[in-house]
C-alpha cells in the first residue's frame, strides 16, 4: 500500500496538529506515493535500525522519537542521525515518528503505560485548552439532516464519548440576491425569507478545513453563511499525562517493586516513601517533571515518568511519591501501540516489531 495510506491513517488517531512547537512528528524521510510492503516498529532510529531494517527488507521505519528534531543544514555523516538519513535513503526506507502527537491521546503512549499498570477509570492528566471551535450555521429545514451528517462525518460533533452533538434553533432568514445570482430559492433581485434551522457543533481545530468544506458541499445555498468561535473550553480527549485507579490499593513499596518488575528497569528511582497506601496512579511516559503539581493536584497517591531530576523529588513535598522508572523504560511499549494500530486496521500489511534495544541508559548493579 501507498505509504501515505499510513501515514494518513497514523495522524486520523494522532494528529500531527497535537505536537508540541519543539516536536518534528510526522514523515521525516521517504516518498509518500511510496509503495510499503513491510514496516519496522521502533522507539528510536539508529544505525543498528536502519540494519535490521534492511535486514529484514522493511521499507517503512515507524518510531516514536523523531529521528530529526533540528533542521539539517549538511548531511555529511558526521553524527549518527546524518548517517542513518544517508543510510535510509540509500536503500529506500522511509523513516516517519508519531511522537508529543502520540502522548497527548487517549489510546496513545500513555494509555498503554496504565494498561501495563492495570490501571482503570483512566482519563487525561493535564488536558489541554483553546484547541476547539464552534460552528454555527443556516440551513433550510428540508436539507438539515443531510448538512448535519456531512459535517458529524468528518469529525465535528464529539464531546467525550458521545458523537453527533449539536443543538439546533429554528427560525426565518432573509436574503436577496443581486441580477447575477442563481439562488436556491427565490428571485435574484427580490428579498427572500426562508424557513431554517440555526445549527450549532463544536469541533478540534485542526480539522476546520474539512469541516467548512463538507458544509459548503452538502449546503444547498450558493452562498453558505456560517460563523466559527474560538473556545475556551478543555478538551478531554486531548493533552498530556494519563490519571487512573488500582483495583486493589496496595502498598507504596509493592508497588515500586512490581512497576520496576513490569517495566524492566534497572532501577526506580523516588522520592520519600508516605505510609499511604497506592490507589490514585499518575503516568506520563517520557520526561515529565512538568506535571508533578498536576499529579499533587489531581490527588495522585504515586507519579509514574522519567528523567526526574534532583531538585525535582523536593516538589514531592509528602503529598506524592515521585518514581522515576527511566524516560526508555516509561515508552518502551509504544510498540506494542503502533502495532495494535496497523493491524487491526490493516490485518493483511505486514508489520515486525524491532528487536533491537535503543536504549542508551545502562545500569551496573
Known amino acids: 500500500m501507498k505509504l501515505s495510506e499510513i501515514t494518513t491513517y497514523l495522524e486520523s488517531i494522532a494528529p500531527l496538529a497535537y505536537q508540541e512547537s519543539y516536536d518534528n512528528a510526522g514523515l521525516l524521510v521517504g516518498n509518500p506515493q511510496k509503495e510499503i510492503k513491510q514496516t519496522l516498529l521502533t522507539l528510536d532510529v539508529t544505525e543498528a535500525i536502519l540494519d535490521e531494517a534492511i535486514e529484514t527488507k522493511s521499507d517503512l521505519i515507524i518510531a516514536h522519537h523523531p529521528l530529526i528534531f533540528g533542521g539539517l543544514k549538511k548531511i555529511t555523516g ?3 542521525v546524518e548517517r542513518c538519513v544517508i543510510k535510509a535513503i ?4 522511509a523513516i516517519y515518528a508519531s511522537h508529543t502527537n502520540l502522548d497527548s491521546v487517549l489510546g496513545g503512549v500513555n494509555s498503554k503505560i496504565c494498561e501495563k499498570l492495570g490501571l482503570k477509570n483512566i482519563q487525561i492528566l493535564a488536558p489541554v485548552s483553546g484547541q476547539l471551535k464552534k460552528l454555527v450555521t443556516f440551513i433550510p429545514f428540508d436539507h438539515a439532516a443531510n448538512v448535519q451528517q456531512a459535517i458529524f462525518k468528518v469529525g465535528a460533533g464529539h464531546i467525550g464519548n458521545y458523537d453527533s452533538c449539536a443543538y439546533s434553533i429554528p427560525g426565518k432568514g432573509s436574503f436577496r440576491g443581486e441580477e447575477k445570482t442563481k439562488p436556491f ?11 431554517e434551522i440555526r445549527f450549532e457543533t463544536i469541533f478540534p481545530t485542526h ?3 474539512q469541516v467548512i468544506r463538507a458544509l459548503i458541499e452538502a449546503h444547498p ?4 453563511a456560517y460563523d466559527i468561535y474560538s473556545l475556551d473550553n478543555e478538551n478531554p480527549q486531548v493533552g498530556i499525562g494519563m490519571i487512573g485507579e488500582l483495583t486493589t490499593p496496595i502498598e507504596e513499596k509493592k508497588f515500586l517493586q512490581q512497576t520496576k518488575k513490569t517495566f524492566g ?19 506520563c511516559g ?3 517533571s512538568f506535571l508533578i503539581r498536576q499529579a499533587i493536584n489531581s490527588k495522585a497517591d504515586v507519579f509514574v515518568t522519567g528523567d526526574l531530576k534532583y531538585h525535582q523529588f523536593f516538589e514531592a513535598d509528602g503529598k506524592i511519591v515521585l518514581a522515576d522508572i527511566g524516560h526508555f523504560e516509561s515508552e518502551q511499549f509504544t510498540k506494542e501501540v503502533f502495532y495494535e494500530l496497523l493491524t487491526k486496521k490493516f490485518p493483511k500489511f505486514a508489520v515486525r516489531l524491532s528487536e533491537v534495544n535503543t536504549n542508551p541508559v545502562n545500569y551496573l548493579v
Open 185 to 195: 430559492v427565490g428571485k435574484p433581485g427580490e428579498i427572500h425569507y426562508e424557513n
Open 207 to 209: 480539522i476546520q478545513g
Open 265 to 283: 528497569t534497572g532501577a526506580v528511582k523516588h522520592s520519600p516513601l508516605i505510609g499511604k497506601k497506592i490507589k490514585k496512579v499518575a503516568v
Open 286 to 288: 517520557g520526561s515529565g
Open 78 to 80: 558526521k553524527n549518527e
Open 221 to 224: 445555498y450558493e452562498e453558505v
Open 90 to 93: 540509500k536503500n529506500d526506507i
